[in-house]
T-cell receptor, first 113, second 112 residues
Framework: QQQVKQSPQSLIVQKGGIPIINCAYE??????FPWYQQFPGKGPALLIA?????SEKKEGRFTISFNKSAKQFSLHIMDSQPGDSATYFC????????????FGSGTQLTVLP | GEEVAQTPKHLVRGEGQKAKLYCAPI?????VFWYQQVLKNEFKFLIS????????ETGMPKERFSAKCLPNSPCSLEIQATKLEDSAVYFC??????????FGPGTRLTVT
């Protein structure tokens, strides 16, 4: 059973555009929601994360919007650059350093120059 | 160091052979995780450790997969009698906190 659904599967934007990637979760006990960025041949790297007690978090050009009642969260990338071209994964877990992450299926983002 | 090290980078095994993958977590990290990534997406959690103790093994196909994290040794993930469906990239991650979770570069296992 997929507990975190991610869309779209792929996304192409022009440089400077604002790609938006959406995720929906099922388990209301999840309370930590990170986004990871993965380049080809590399492991995923943490980009930004949010907890359900806030509705938005911004770090640099990356913003997470969180809607607890809808059980949805999304990643917005402001002023996107070709270097942002990568696969993005949302994830969810319970609080705690030892807790496993449940990943979404990934979004392949291409930012055209 | 500040990087999770995984060896080998690539591993090719014939169906039915054994495969063993290694992970050196970041020094000072108490938690180690193994994930399987198939077809460049869909991370599947396998097992986690707190130091040398298994913390969560709910994702492990126990009949063929085993893992260890022994003191002063790299952690290992072993697959007995590999199957074609085991072909994937296996990622190890280590952490001391949620924000500090770091993934290694992965080991690509190809079963022929």
């Amino acid at each position: 059973q997929q507990q975190v659904k991610q869309s779209p599967q792929s996304l192409i934007v022009q440089k400077g555009g604002i790609p938006i990637i959406n995720c929906a979760y099922e388990n209301t006990a999840f309370d930590y929601f990170p986004w990871y960025q993965q380049f080809p041949g590399k492991g995923p790297a943490l980009l930004i994360a949010i907890r359900p007690d806030v509705s938005e978090k911004k770090e640099g050009r990356f913003t997470i919007s969180f809607n607890k009642s809808a059980k949805q969260f999304s990643l917005h990338i402001m002023d996107s650059q070709p270097g942002d071209s990568a696969t993005y994964f949302c994830a969810a877990s319970f609080t705690g350093s030892a807790r496993q992450l449940t990943f979404g299926s990934g979004t392949q983002l291409t930012v055209l120059p | 160091g500040e990087e999770v090290a995984q060896t080998p980078k690539h591993l090719v095994r014939g169906e039915g052979q054994k495969a063993k993958l290694y992970c050196a977590p970041i020094k000072g990290h108490s938690y180690v995780f193994w994930y399987q990534q198939v077809l460049k997406n869909e991370f599947k959690f396998l097992i986690s450790f707190q130091n040398e103790n298994v913390f969560d093994e709910t994702g492990m196909p126990k009949e063929r997969f085993s893992a260890k994290c022994l003191p002063n040794s790299p952690c290992s993930l072993e697959i007995q009698a590999t199957k074609l469906e085991d072909s994937a990239v296996y990622f190890c991650a280590s952490s001391q906190s949620e924000k500090g979770r770091r993934f290694g570069p992965g080991t690509r296992l190809t079963v022929t």
